[in-house]
Every structure is written in C-alpha cells, then in structure tokens.
C-alpha cells in the first residue's frame, strides 16, 4: 500500500512512514503485552547456570499459578467452601514462601549489577529520570505482593462477617483481585523469562555470575526476614 492510499484509510496517520520499528509500532495500536517488539529471546538451556535456575522455578510458579486460578474459577461457579479456602490458602503460603524468596534473589544478588550494565548499554527511558527493565520487575514485584495481601485479609474476613451479602460482596472482590494476581505474575514471568533474562545472560559475564552467586550466599539470612505478608 503506498503513502497516498495508507492516508485514505488511515486519516490519523497512525502508521509512520519510515523505520523498521516504527513500521510495527503506534500509539493507538501498541504491541501486546506478550508479544514485545525485537524480542530477541535466549533459550534458557544457554544461559548461566544462575539464570537458568530462576527461570527453571519459574515453571514451578506457572503451575501452582494455574492451580491458584482453578480454584477462583471453581469458587465463583460452585460456592465458596472451606476446601476451597484450603486450596487458595495453599497457594498464598507458597506465595510467600517460594516466590517472595525468588524475588529477593533477583533484586538483590542479579538486578544491580543488570541494572547498571542496562544503563551502560543504552538499554533504559529516556526520561529524566532514568529507569531499566529492572524498575519495572521491582515494581510488580511490590505489586503483586500488595495485591496478596489484600486478597489474604478479604478471604479472611468471608468466614468472619455475619451478614450474608457482605461475606459475599467481599468474597467477589478478594477474587476478582486473585485474578488480577495471576494475570501480573504470569505477564512478570513472561518478561523475565523473555527480555531481562536475555539481557543479563548478553550483558553480564561468567565472572560477574559467579561472583553474584558468592555474594547470594553471603546474604541469605538477610532475605529470610524481609518481606513477609501475614496469613
């Protein structure tokens, strides 16, 4: 389609006319979410033995994610019940327990250093306050955690309310919360599994892996106090 044509059936002139990217990009029509432009993704089983190990617990994740969804799903068609409670309970332990662990590990052992290789190599905003993939992963990290906690506190508050429709105003509210929580960890593992791990395993070396492993190990028992959610 030449410029004239792509002007009469685009008025708003939202496809550029020149640049490879821009060719695929436009504000009213921005990429999806799972498909980010110039994905350029590394195949885990070349990666460093330390990045290999998260995105390997992170299909841990991808399951007891699904099961956490199945049980919502089977919330809101069936009833909730205090089996049903056991099994959204389950997943919030293993929240705790396995992912929040996870997360430290990321922000403090692999992330600095990424951030700063991402700032050298250009790989940041352009706003006047810099920023990397790495504030973003920080940031839904502090997401999803808030997120889980209020979804802990509602369930908790079902059995307690003596008022039918208050139990069930909060009940749908915890859920529809819960899968707010899927939806931002499974689009997070995507990003991590897809772009920040690429970046580090292209930007970071073997040196400065085994290095971050060494100092990983030096601040386990920091991580084991921080970050809890009450359950």
Known sequence: MNKQETNRVDPLHKQPEAGHMAELISPIDPPEAYAPPAQDRIDPKLMHP??????EEHQVFLEN???????ILTVQKSGFSKELNQRLQHFFHFFESDFMEHSRREEFALFPKLNERLIESG????????????DLMVDE???ALQIAAVVVNFLGL????PDENSKLI???????????????LRLHIFREDNIVFSFAHR?????EFEKIETSLKMKTRLFSRMYRISL
């Open 50 to 55: 330390f990045l290999r190990q998260f995105t």
């Open 65 to 71: 994610i699904k099961d956490f969804e199945d049980a």
């Open 123 to 134: 790989e940041h905003g352009r706003a006047e306050v810099v920023t990397t993939a790495v």
């Open 141 to 143: 990290h502090v997401q």
């Open 158 to 161: 079902v059995f307690r309310l």
């Open 170 to 184: 909060v009940l749908d509210a915890a859920l529809e919360k819960g899968k707010s929580l899927v939806e931002i």
């Open 203 to 207: 930007l970071l070396t073997t040196d």
